[in-house]
Nanobody, 121 residues
Framework: VQLQASGGGLVQAGTSLRLSCAAFDRIVRTYAMGWFRQAPGKEREFVAA????????AYADPVKGRFTISRDNAKNTLYLQMSSLKPEDTAVYSC???????????????WGQGTLVTVSS
């Protein structure tokens, strides 16, 4: 399954940005999907996840109330709406797919290449 993230860029703190992740295989409609990020010099960390139907989601504490994950299975696309961005949100954001919702990062089966988000203060 090929995943391609897009939508990153350079933005100012306090603004919003929406990331997209296109999946080039319909089978991903049955997969849970998630967003992860990796800041310079740090390990990749979980950001948000959603189950295959889009009915159940979870967020890392630093982004709760600011980020919203969603998916459109008809378009095979995953989204991450990011609001009130902070400089500490600067990272490469990657999307990933897992066969079951709620799995740890290491259990995700497919990964996209990532898109860079830079938040200036």
């Amino acid at each position: 399954v090929q995943l391609q993230a897009s939508g990153g860029g350079l933005v100012q703190a306090g603004t919003s940005l929406r990331l997209s992740c296109a999946a080039f295989d319909r089978i991903v409609r049955t997969y849970a999907m998630g967003w992860f990020r990796q800041a310079p010099g740090k390990e990749r960390e979980f950001v948000a996840a959603v189950n295959w139907r889009g009915a159940v989601d979870a967020y890392a504490d630093p982004v709760k109330g600011r980020f919203t994950i969603s998916r459109d299975n008809a378009k095979n696309t995953l989204y991450l709406q990011m609001s009130s961005l902070k400089p500490e949100d600067t990272a490469v954001y990657s999307c990933a797919a897992a066969r079951t919702y709620g799995l740890p990062r290491s259990e995700y089966d497919y990964w996209g290449q990532g898109t860079l988000v830079t938040v200036s203060s």
